[in-house]
């Protein structure tokens, strides 16, 4: 069975950094893409980064409004990714969904964890 | 960047009917396109990729269809666990851009 836990979320303060990590389980991650989708409160999905596989020399793709602020990361060895955001701002509050891809569909999002909710608040 | 627009918004219907969502892309995605489905507090989960394709577990009663920029998900005999929100999605390109979703709620 895929497994996908995202931990690491939490209340921040405005102008902080937080790092989301993603364990997963039931598949060879080796094979797979893997990608963050953030989700505001009452609002819709919004894609926000998304690793390669070693094949794809970890190739990292970055959602152009949070460029510079975020860091995708994969441990193979541990069959994990991080999302690491840095100058985090109120807008950035939103449940980080952790989700992964198949290297023959690029963008199809298969599996999902169930979310680490991110709270920026003074 | 391709742009995703969903119609409608939300979307009011009785168990048994049929509903369409639409999907506008502001390119062509040569038929990339996958939908997926949100239940209240709960993760998305994938329905149809490829436009057409369904994914392993889910119901015919869902149907894509489309091609280029047009896209629809054709839900048929509407189930009680049917209603949710719906999600399009560019899957050709990054970035991977969202439809802004379409809330199906019981009539």
């Known amino acids: 069975e895929v497994q996908i836990l995202e931990t690491g979320g939490g209340l921040v303060k405005p102008g902080g950094s937080l790092r989301l990590s993603c364990a997963t389980s039931?598949?060879?991650?080796?094979?797979?893409?893997m990608n963050w989708v953030r989700q505001a409160p009452g609002k819709g999905l919004e894609w926000v980064a998304q690793?390669?596989?070693?094949?794809?020399?970890?190739?990292?793709y970055y959602a152009e409004s949070l460029e510079g602020r975020v860091t995708i990361s994969r441990d193979d060895s541990k069959s994990s990714v991080y999302l690491q955001v840095s100058s985090l701002r109120a807008e950035d509050t939103a449940i980080y969904y952790c989700?992964?891809?198949?290297?023959?569909?690029?963008?199809?999002?298969?599996?999902w964890g169930q979310g680490a909710s991110v709270t920026v608040s003074s | 960047d391709i742009q995703m627009t969903q119609s409608p918004t939300s979307l009011a219907a009785s168990v048994g009917e049929s509903v369409t969502i639409t999907c506008l892309a502001s390119?062509?995605?040569?038929?990339?396109l996958v939908w997926y489905q949100q239940k209240p507090g709960k993760s998305p989960q994938l329905l149809i990729y490829?436009?057409?394709i369904l994914e392993d577990g889910i119901p015919s009663r869902f149907s894509g269809s489309g091609s280029d920029t047009q896209y629809s998900l054709k839900i048929n005999s509407l189930q009680p666990e049917d209603f949710a929100s719906y999600y399009c999605?560019?899957?050709?390109?990054?970035?991977?851009?969202f439809g802004g979703g379409t809330k199906l709620e019981l009539k």
């Open positions: 390119e062509d995605i040569y038929g990339s």
């Open positions: 690793i390669r596989n070693k094949n794809y020399n970890y190739a990292t």
């Open positions: 999605q560019n899957g050709l390109s990054t970035p991977w851009t």
């Open positions: 490829g436009a057409t």
């Open positions: 039931g598949f060879n991650f080796n094979d797979y893409f």
């Open positions: 989700t992964r891809s198949g290297s023959w569909e690029l963008g199809v999002m298969d599996a």
